[in-house]
């Protein structure tokens, strides 16, 4: 995993109001894949209540995937490849949207099919996942990228 932080000034999270706690975690990436940063949104698991995870850009994803054996995140990541080609594929000559490279418009659509945020539960203070869960951002793009996470917690 690449460089994971948040943003805010403050170490960890600002607090609005009494039962909201909100930051913005960054995924730095390198290129296309999955990027799993669970304990980065551990931190934010608080009391109980609900965590949602909002993904600020339109070219990656967000998924709640198997963290345990990483072909999962190979096959998942080929998966799409295949389903989606670059756009210079012969399959993919319909595309007009083409302005930023052959990679711009799959990630787009690629994006378009899965999730850009996430609820997860949250009890005693515990993300409420399975024991192979794990959250990641699925990048679609060909260049590295910042991708930015705003958090929320709801008590």
């Known amino acids: 995993m690449k ?11 600002c607090v609005i109001g009494s039962t909201d706690l909100t930051d913005i975690i960054e995924v730095e990436t390198s290129g296309p894949g999955l990027y799993e940063f669970t304990e ?17 850009h339109t070219s990656c994803s967000l998924l709640i995937q198997e963290n345990a054996d990483p072909d999962v995140r190979r096959d998942l990541d080929a998966f799409f490849r295949r389903l989606v080609p670059r756009g210079d594929d012969a399959s993919m000559s319909y595309l007009t949207h083409v302005a930023e490279g052959p ?8 994006a378009a099919m899965m999730p850009v945020s996430l609820s997860i539960p949250v009890m005693d203070g515990r993300l409420m996942l399975g ?3 794990g959250i ?4 679609h793009r060909d260049r590295p990228h910042r991708r930015q996470v705003a958090v929320a917690m709801m008590s």
């Open 3 to 13: 460089n994971v932080g948040c943003l805010s000034p403050m170490r960890g999270c």
């Open 40 to 56: 980065h949104v551990a931190r934010f698991a608080t009391g109980s209540g609900v965590l949602t995870l909002f993904l600020r």
């Open 103 to 110: 990679h711009d418009m799959p990630a787009h659509i690629k």
């Open 131 to 133: 024991t192979w869960q």
């Open 136 to 139: 990641y951002l699925f990048e």
